[in-house]
């Protein structure tokens, strides 16, 4: 048990730090959003960047983990906005709401949470899983978005694309990665002041990203989340946002283990890694995906507040049962 508290508290401690902060004041209703913006522009991207640029390419190459983490993913994000537009939701909202049940916080929470685990081994399977939430899920909810708000007779996807992959490209967290990748290629050694600058980045990524996360979970924001038109009333909202949650930290893990276990047949520790980076709760991308395009909000902000709460339990259970096998 004290091994457990070992690995969570740190993240979560780091997380109730920030909330403490906003909730008494010491940091002010800014904070979220610039210190967000300083993870995001230049802390995380310097981390991805070392790790993909000091990457073996053997490293890399990890067909099956990406294959369990992407199909896992990929598929429960179709399986939900398939039964949100059942449901009646238009395609915009049944996007947001897919992509707020199958969209870890892997940027944020990830990389603290898996190198307490795993150490450095957790790096590279970390990134992976990073810039397929933030490349392929996110830009997939766009594309939905994109094309749901066009008019029925120019809904060609085609046109669409290149738009969004410049979009995708010109994001930092998927930049970063990519120039990370084709420094390594090169095999150029990185000189020693750039290297200590962008490590001096790098440390600060994840205490900061933490700390941002629990200034956002003090914000209204996460309690009520935007007023759009389109927003639901309290209860519905609350109750979409626990089944959401639900989701997130229950049946994307089981079918992320199934997959790993079964189909893939993944060894112990890259089966962890994949399992708790999917059991991870919600991250604030859709949150802010929803509010760009003023979709409703109100969703997709608590499901971050009620995953990120529930997964203390639920983290701990799952390192509890598959730790020790994948430490061995």
Wanted: with cysteine; aromatic share 10%.
């Amino acid at each position: 048990m004290s091994s457990i508290l070992a690995i969570i508290f740190p993240v979560f401690g780091l997380i109730l730090a920030g909330w403490l902060c906003r909730r008494l004041r010491v940091l002010g209703p800014a904070a979220a959003a610039e210190l967000g913006r300083f993870v995001v522009w230049l802390a995380l991207p310097a981390m991805l960047f070392l790790i993909m640029a000091k990457a073996d390419w053997r490293q890399l190459y990890q067909p099956a983990f990406t294959a369990t983490f992407a199909l896992a993913g990929l598929g429960l994000f179709a399986a939900v906005a398939a039964v949100q537009r059942w449901r009646g939701r238009s395609l915009a909202d049944a996007s947001v709401d897919a992509l707020a049940a199958a969209y870890p916080n892997t940027g944020y929470m990830g990389f603290p949470l898996t190198f307490l685990l795993a150490g450095q081994a957790s790096l590279v399977p970390t990134t992976i899983a990073t810039m397929l939430v933030v490349c392929v899920m996110f830009g997939l909810a766009i594309l939905l978005i994109e094309y749901a708000r066009l008019p029925a007779g120019q809904r060609q996807p085609w046109l669409l694309l290149p738009r969004i992959t410049w979009s995708l490209l010109k994001n930092p967290l998927i930049a970063a990665p990519l120039a990370g990748a084709l420094y390594a290629a090169t095999g150029w050694p990185l000189p020693v002041s750039g290297a200590q600058l962008l490590q001096l980045l790098a440390g600060a990524a994840s205490p900061c990203a933490l700390v941002s996360l629990g200034l956002f979970l003090a914000s209204p924001a996460a309690s009520a989340g935007s007023a759009a038109p389109q927003a639901l009333g309290d209860r519905q909202a609350s109750a979409l946002a626990w089944q959401l949650t639900a989701v997130k930290l229950l049946l994307l893990p089981l079918l992320t283990w199934a997959l790993g276990a079964w189909v893939f047949q993944l060894p112990a520790t890259p089966l962890l890694l994949a399992v708790l980076l999917a059991a991870l709760p919600t991250g604030t991308g859709p949150y802010m995906l929803a509010d760009l395009y003023g979709r409703d909000g109100s969703v997709t902000a608590r499901t971050v507040l009620f995953s990120t709460i529930a997964s203390v339990a639920t983290l701990a259970a799952l390192i509890h049962w598959m730790g020790p096998a994948a430490m061995e």
